[in-house]
């Protein structure tokens, strides 16, 4: 639980999702198929229509309804995607909830850019080994590398990278490690574990596209693809990936955690504050906890709470040592905050494990708003890094 001291900048309080909206998902789940109002809603939730319809928009940025809808139509794609292409959209959209068939078309359109029977049609006319099992061995490598992947480290991401190379010719439609490695190759080009930068997230977006393609309904992969994407400045579309995961898996800490992320990159800190909260909430432990930590740490930043924001990510680097990338923050931030001291101790540890880092490298890393890159920028340079 985050919350800031008495006075003037006292920081918003950050909670977890409510229990009455964690009650609401799980019960959508069990109740596919019965028409939704909010009244209901509300009388499931325990609480007045006009709090439950404040925590949807405060958590999940949408309205009861809104959101009923979505998760419905995410549950209607997992069925058509999971047929054999011969199965009956009005069936398969009557046991999810929809009544109207001709706005349940419209709406499923809108969402996912072809209608209901298309998506059928591309199914009948897939690759043949489409729907091939997955080979075991690329199941075991990619989920063997995903701490390494999460540690956001060079020597992690590379030996990553290898296995998920040898995951993928194994088994060319198995999305999983193709979203792994794009993000692998976004963390490379963004926090310059390479020298190949164009090329990794050349890589990266491409991979992320394939995913995106191969699995629709894998809130997972979605959301490292949306990771990956993220890195690349391509900030909407990965907002998309990550709103279609968060449908599939309004539970899934990894989801939360790169939509903690997603905020603040665009200087929400308030919002990105509740998101960490509630990723620690759902996964108080690694590979998630030191992500969370510094990305609460950057949210501090965004605010101007420069102590903050230097505790909360030396903390996270100091659990995970080789994400000495998150240092530069902490120096930027120390330097804000009148440690400068500190934040050249910081810059100089950076350059030793980075020699050729540089304030360039460093502000292109993120896609955080530019005021906010300035100021890391300019916290970075009176710290002693070369500007060039």
Same mark, same amino acid.
């Given at each position: 639980?985050?919350?800031?001291?008495?006075?003037?900048?006292?920081?918003?309080?950050?909670?977890? #999702?409510?229990?009455?909206?964690?009650?609401?998902?799980?019960? $959508?789940?069990?109740?596919?198929?019965?028409?939704?109002?909010?009244?209901?809603?509300?009388? /499931?939730?325990?609480?007045?229509?006009?709090? #439950?319809?404040?925590?949807?928009?405060?958590?999940?940025?949408?309205?009861?309804?809104?959101?009923?809808?979505?998760?419905?139509?995410?549950?209607?794609? $997992?069925? *058509?995607?999971?047929?054999?292409?011969?199965?009956?959209?009005? @069936? /398969?959209?009557?046991?999810?909830? =929809?009544?109207?068939?001709?706005?349940?078309?419209?709406?499923?359109?809108?969402?996912?850019?072809?209608?209901?029977?298309?998506?059928?049609?591309?199914?009948?006319?897939?690759?043949?080994?489409?729907?091939?099992?997955?080979?075991?061995?690329?199941?075991?490598?990619?989920?063997?590398?995903?701490?390494?992947?999460?540690?956001?480290?060079?020597?992690? $991401?590379?030996?990553?990278?290898?296995?998920?190379?040898?995951?993928?010719?194994?088994?060319?439609?198995?999305?999983?490690?193709?979203? #792994?490695?794009?993000?692998?190759?976004?963390?490379?080009?963004?926090?310059?574990?390479?020298?190949?930068?164009?090329?990794?997230?050349?890589?990266?977006?491409?991979?992320?596209?394939?995913?995106?393609?191969?699995?629709?309904?894998?809130?997972?992969?979605?959301? *490292?693809?949306?990771?990956?994407?993220?890195?690349?400045?391509? #900030?909407?579309?990965?907002?998309?990936?990550?709103?279609?995961?968060?449908?599939?898996?309004?539970?899934?800490?990894?989801?939360?955690?790169?939509?903690?992320?997603?905020?603040?990159?665009? +200087?929400?800190?308030?919002?990105?504050?509740?998101?960490?909260?509630?990723?620690?909430?759902?996964?108080?432990?690694?590979?998630?906890?030191?992500?969370?930590?510094?990305?609460?740490? $950057?949210?501090?930043?965004?605010? +101007?709470?420069?102590?903050?924001?230097?505790?909360?990510?030396?903390?996270?680097?100091?659990?995970?040592?080789?994400?000495?990338?998150?240092?530069?923050?902490?120096?930027?931030?120390?330097?804000?905050?009148?440690?400068?001291?500190? +934040?050249?101790?910081?810059?100089?540890?950076? *350059? @030793?494990?980075?020699?050729?880092?540089?304030?360039?490298?460093?502000?292109?890393?993120?896609? =955080?708003? @530019?005021?906010?890159?300035? @100021?890391?920028?300019? +916290?970075?340079?009176?710290?002693?890094?070369?500007?060039?």
């Amino acid at each position: 639980m985050l919350e800031g001291p008495s006075g003037d900048d006292r920081a918003p309080r950050a909670t977890a #999702l409510p229990r009455d909206l964690a009650r609401i998902l799980e019960w $959508c789940r069990g109740h596919a198929q019965e028409p939704v109002q909010l009244p209901a809603l509300a009388e /499931v939730a325990g609480v007045p229509a006009r709090t #439950l319809e404040a925590h949807f928009r405060r958590f999940l940025g949408v309205t009861p309804l809104t959101w009923v809808r979505q998760a419905r139509l995410e549950r209607v794609r $997992c069925a *058509l995607l999971a047929s054999d292409g011969r199965t009956s959209v009005s @069936r /398969v959209a009557l046991d999810c909830g =929809f009544t109207q068939l001709g706005r349940f078309a419209a709406q499923y359109s809108r969402r996912f850019g072809e209608l209901p029977s298309e998506t059928l049609q591309r199914i009948r006319h897939s690759r043949p080994d489409a729907f091939e099992d997955v080979d075991d061995e690329a199941t075991r490598l990619a989920w063997r590398v995903l701490p390494a992947v999460f540690a956001v480290a060079p020597g992690p $991401c590379s030996r990553a990278i290898d296995d998920l190379e040898q995951a993928q010719e194994l088994a060319p439609s198995y999305a999983f490690p193709k979203a #792994l490695a794009a993000w692998c190759f976004g963390q490379r080009a963004a926090h310059h574990f390479s020298s190949t930068v164009d090329v990794d997230a050349a890589r990266a977006v491409r991979l992320a596209m394939d995913v995106r393609r191969l699995a629709p309904t894998d809130a997972l992969s979605l959301t *490292l693809a949306a990771g990956a994407l993220t890195l690349a400045h391509r #900030l909407d579309e990965a907002r998309g990936l990550l709103d279609d995961a968060l449908a599939l898996e309004p539970g899934s800490p990894w989801v939360w955690l790169r939509r903690a992320w997603a905020s603040a990159y665009e +200087g929400d800190a308030v919002a990105a504050l509740r998101q960490f909260a509630t990723t620690l909430h759902l996964m108080p432990f690694e590979p998630v906890r030191h992500l969370a930590f510094i990305g609460i740490g $950057c949210a501090h930043f965004a605010a +101007g709470r420069y102590d903050r924001a230097a505790r909360w990510v030396q903390t996270g680097v100091e659990a995970s040592p080789d994400s000495y990338w998150a240092a530069r923050v902490a120096a930027a931030a120390a330097v804000h905050a009148g440690a400068k001291a500190e +934040g050249r101790k910081i810059v100089h540890r950076l *350059l @030793r494990k980075d020699p050729s880092l540089t304030v360039r490298v460093a502000r292109r890393a993120w896609p =955080f708003p @530019r005021a906010m890159m300035e @100021r890391v920028a300019d +916290g970075l340079a009176i710290a002693g890094m070369p500007r060039d």
